[in-house]
């Protein structure tokens, strides 16, 4: 059973516009839901995060939206650039108990390619 | 650098041998995770160690075992290669700073 979901594998965007990656979650028990970024051969970068008490954070171009009661949630790149090509896993997790945080409970990843 | 070593970078072994995978968790984190990477998988959840105990079991396969050090490095043994076990396997340590993964190992089976 998936519990993190990334229904698609991959997006092409031009270079400039908005860039919109979703993801769906069945779990409502997850406190915190994360966004990483991952090139080939290197290990995933942590990208945006956001609380499950709120429904938007803003980082620069990066924002994440996050609709509770449809268990979805999106990043938004805008505007995006070719350098934001990469694979971007959605992932969440419970939040800590006996000081430790819980596993990363990732989706399957989505391909972003950014064209010039 | 992300402060998480993983070590080797590159593995290839024989099916039915064993290995050791090693990694370092960032200054001050206790906390260290194994991911497994297969093709066209997400990062799998394989088990976590917090201050040198297991703390939760993902999907980790019966042949994979794994500890944690007093030093809080941690390994990953996996013995009875199968060709299916080729796969990206990538440490996270976490603490007040967050998660932050290492670069991985890719282990080759042949």
């Known amino acids: 059973d998936q519990q993190v979901k990334q229904n698609s594998p991959s997006l092409s965007v031009q270079e400039g516009r908005i860039s919109i990656l979703n993801c769906d979650y069945t779990n409502s028990m997850f406190d915190y839901f994360l966004w990483y970024k991952k090139y080939p051969a290197e290990g995933p970068t942590f990208l945006i995060s956001?609380?499950?008490?709120?429904d938007k954070n803003e980082d620069g171009r990066f924002t994440v939206f996050l609709n509770k009661s449809a268990k979805h949630l999106s990043l938004h790149i805008v505007p995006s650039q070719p350098g934001d090509s990469a694979v971007y896993f959605c992932?969440?997790?419970?939040?800590?108990?006996?000081?430790?945080?819980?596993?990363?409970?990732f989706g399957k990843g989505t391909k972003l390619s950014v064209k010039p | 650098d992300s402060g998480v070593t993983q070590t080797p970078k590159h593995l290839i072994t024989a099916t039915g041998q064993r290995v050791t995978l090693r990694c370092s968790p960032r200054?001050?984190?206790?906390?260290v995770y194994w991911y497994q990477q297969s093709l066209d998988q997400g990062l799998q959840f394989l088990i976590q160690y917090y201050n040198g105990e297991e703390r939760a079991k993902g999907n980790i396969l019966e042949r994979f075992s794994a500890q944690q050090f007093p030093d809080l490095h941690s390994e990953l043994n996996l013995s009875s290669l199968e060709l299916g076990d080729s796969a990206l396997y990538f440490c996270?340590?976490?603490?007040?700073?967050?998660?932050?993964f290492g670069s991985g190992t890719r282990l080759t089976v042949v």
């Open positions: 956001i609380s499950s008490i709120k």
């Open positions: 992932a969440a997790y419970r939040g800590s108990y006996g000081g430790s945080q819980g596993n990363l409970i």
């Open positions: 200054s001050g984190d206790l906390s």
């Open positions: 996270a340590s976490s603490g007040p700073g967050g998660y932050t």
